[in-house]
């Protein structure tokens, strides 16, 4: 059978067009957030133009959630693939405290950490203990994001697992994943009165559309191929992220010196 022509995306593709958003949006938000560590919600400040691009940065979350929810189809060793997401989760860390720490303390962690949690439950839940039992392998996997205030806690964990029960029933994985994203935008709402109404709409309408986007690459575009260097990528990926921590924090420091 021919392959669809709209298939255009492979894996490698993906990962840059998730990447280079993300490392955009998280300059401007972090870089903002650095100088008014006492104001969480520093993003709703910055001029309308600056504060999109910081929002297009939440094309890559979802993005990652498809990449654990196929890597466990997929890969050759799922408690290698485990481990490794630990590891880098463990090696982000610091660097993740590094911005972080200031703003909201040393009780946060990196999104690897829910991308883990998210594997784990999928793996938990594929295993072959009785339902009962898997389904509190679940619900502990949930808890952990939360207890450890990982970046997306729950939803991340929960949109990954849906992403993979409902894997071959299109409509529910659309509807219980889109439901996720739309009540985690909405959370943003207890923001109102604090910050510009106008903004907080839009950032709210820019996430979820950013989510809708995100789908619509990995379900229609994507061809599920690896790309060209695929080993290459993964590791590139992987390394990019803390490494895209200190990046955002030099060019702070930069600002400093120059101004």
Same mark, same amino acid.
């Given at each position: 059978?021919?392959?669809?022509? /709209?298939?255009?995306?492979?894996?490698?593709?993906?990962?840059?067009?998730?990447?280079?958003?993300?490392?955009?949006?998280? @300059?401007? %938000?972090?870089?903002?957030?650095? /100088?008014?560590?006492?104001?969480?919600?520093?993003?709703?400040?910055?001029?309308?133009?600056?504060?999109?691009?910081?929002?297009? &940065?939440?094309?890559?979350?979802?993005?990652?959630?498809?990449?654990?929810?196929?890597?466990?189809?997929?890969?050759?060793?799922?408690?290698? /693939? %485990?481990?490794? *997401?630990?590891?880098?989760?463990?090696?982000?860390?610091?660097?993740?405290?590094?911005?972080?720490?200031?703003?909201?303390?040393?009780?946060?962690?990196?999104?690897?950490? &829910?991308? *883990?949690?998210?594997?784990?439950?999928?793996?938990?839940?594929?295993?072959?203990?009785?339902?009962?039992?898997?389904?509190?392998?679940?619900?502990?996997?949930?808890?952990?994001?939360?207890?450890?205030? &990982?970046?997306?806690?729950?939803?991340?964990?929960?949109?990954?697992?849906?992403?993979?029960?409902?894997?071959?029933?299109?409509?529910?994985?659309?509807?219980?994943?889109?439901?996720?994203?739309?009540?985690?935008?909405?959370?943003?709402?207890? &923001? *109102?009165?604090?910050?510009?109404?106008?903004?907080?709409?839009? /950032?709210?309408?820019?996430?979820? @559309?950013?989510?809708?986007? %995100?789908?619509?690459?990995?379900?229609?575009?994507?061809?599920?191929?690896?790309?060209?260097?695929?080993?290459?990528?993964?590791?590139?990926?992987?390394?990019?992220?803390?490494?895209?921590?200190?990046?955002?924090?030099?060019?702070?420091?930069?600002?400093?010196?120059?101004?």
């Amino acid at each position: 059978m021919a392959e669809k022509s /709209y298939k255009i995306f492979n894996r490698d593709i993906m990962k840059y067009m998730a990447i280079i958003p993300m490392f955009i949006g998280h @300059a401007i %938000a972090w870089i903002n957030l650095m /100088y008014h560590p006492d104001d969480s919600l520093a993003v709703f400040h910055l001029p309308a133009p600056l504060m999109i691009l910081a929002a297009i &940065s939440l094309f890559c979350p979802p993005v990652m959630f498809f990449f654990i929810a196929d890597g466990y189809k997929y890969t050759r060793d799922r408690k290698k /693939y %485990a481990l490794r *997401l630990l590891i880098f989760a463990c090696i982000t860390q610091p660097f993740d405290w590094l911005i972080m720490q200031p703003i909201y303390g040393w009780w946060t962690t990196n999104v690897i950490f &829910s991308l *883990l949690f998210g594997l784990l439950s999928i793996m938990a839940w594929e295993s072959k203990f009785k339902l009962w039992q898997r389904i509190t392998l679940v619900a502990l996997c949930v808890a952990g994001s939360l207890l450890i205030f &990982s970046d997306w806690m729950v939803f991340g964990v929960l949109i990954i697992f849906c992403l993979h029960i409902f894997r071959e029933r299109p409509k529910a994985r659309f509807i219980s994943s889109a439901s996720l994203m739309l009540v985690n935008c909405l959370l943003n709402l207890f &923001s *109102l009165g604090k910050v510009d109404t106008g903004k907080l709409i839009l /950032y709210i309408c820019i996430m979820f @559309a950013m989510f809708v986007l %995100a789908y619509l690459c990995m379900t229609v575009f994507y061809n599920g191929k690896k790309g060209k260097h695929p080993v290459f990528t993964k590791w590139f990926f992987y390394g990019f992220y803390p490494v895209h921590y200190i990046i955002i924090w030099l060019i702070k420091l930069c600002m400093d010196k120059l101004g």
